[in-house]
């Protein structure tokens, strides 16, 4: 009898070392899988960390040139707004000028036709001389 039950010992410590065995090598392949899955979150995560850092450099960047150019475009309005004024500034002087020239245009018309006038009547004085 004591033989039999040295064997159900042996029977039951056997199984109980193969369930052992097979739940080693479950939490291994386990464990190694998620060993995997870290390392391609980690490369994943780098990855995207220098994705992040390149963008952010990028747009530090852009800000900078966006900053220039918004300087750039400040002294543009500056410079345009001064040429709206010279602008301004040469047509009042321009339409001065026609006006003057209108006027001188004017007195030119006036003065011809008194010349004519005086001419007119001086010729009549004259002829009514000869007579």
Known sequence: MEEAIKNKLILILSILCVIFVL?????????????????????????????MSKYLQEKAALDKKISSLSGELTETKTDLEAT??????????SQSLKDELN?????????????KEALVSGKSDKSKRMR
């Open 23 to 51: 739940s080693l090598i479950g939490s291994c392949s386990n464990s190694f899988r998620q060993g995997n899955l870290r390392n391609k979150e980690m490369i994943t995560r780098l990855d995207l960390e220098e994705k």
């Open 84 to 93: 709206k004024k010279a602008l301004v500034q040469e047509q009042l002087v």
């Open 103 to 115: 006027k001188i245009t004017k007195l030119k018309e006036t003065l011809e036709e008194n010349l």
